[in-house]
């Protein structure tokens, strides 16, 4: 059974140049290096939304508009892990956090992930 499960600290008060915070992700009950990995992120009466994804090889990696040159994602085939480190943080980006993973490369392209974590709640206030 693939296991996706999400970790990071929950509470971060921005300072006047935007704070910085790491979530990761580890992956059990799959070969992680055969999965292409995404993030998401999902607020209340919001749809879920895309935040990031990475290729197997951890290569090649994609961005939303929102968060491109703030965020980036990276992963750690040897520990079964993909992190995305979060920086200039806004209130806006408050959010339940998923990572999620796919067996097919398209994946990337149709925004299609078969795995799911449970998510981990970023808070960012002022």
């Known amino acids: 059974q693939v296991q996706l499960q999400e970790a990071g600290p929950a509470l971060v008060k921005p300072s006047q140049t935007g704070d910085s915070l790491r979530v990761s992700c580890e992956v059990s009950?799959?070969?992680?290096?055969?999965?292409?990995m995404a993030w998401y992120r999902q607020t209340p009466g919001k749809e879920r939304e895309y935040v990031a994804a990475i290729s197997r090889s951890g290569d090649s990696r994609y961005y939303a508009d929102a968060v491109k040159g703030r965020f980036s994602v990276s992963r750690d085939n040897a520990k079964d892990t993909m992190s995305l480190q979060m920086n200039g943080l806004k209130p806006e980006d408050t959010a339940v956090y998923y990572c999620?993973?796919?067996?097919?490369?398209?994946?990337?392209?149709?925004?299609?992930?078969?795995?799911w974590g449970q998510g981990t709640q970023v808070t960012v206030s002022s």
């Open positions: 009950g799959h070969r992680f290096r055969d999965l292409v």
């Open positions: 999620a993973g796919s067996e097919s490369t398209m994946a990337i392209a149709t925004k299609r992930f078969e795995f």
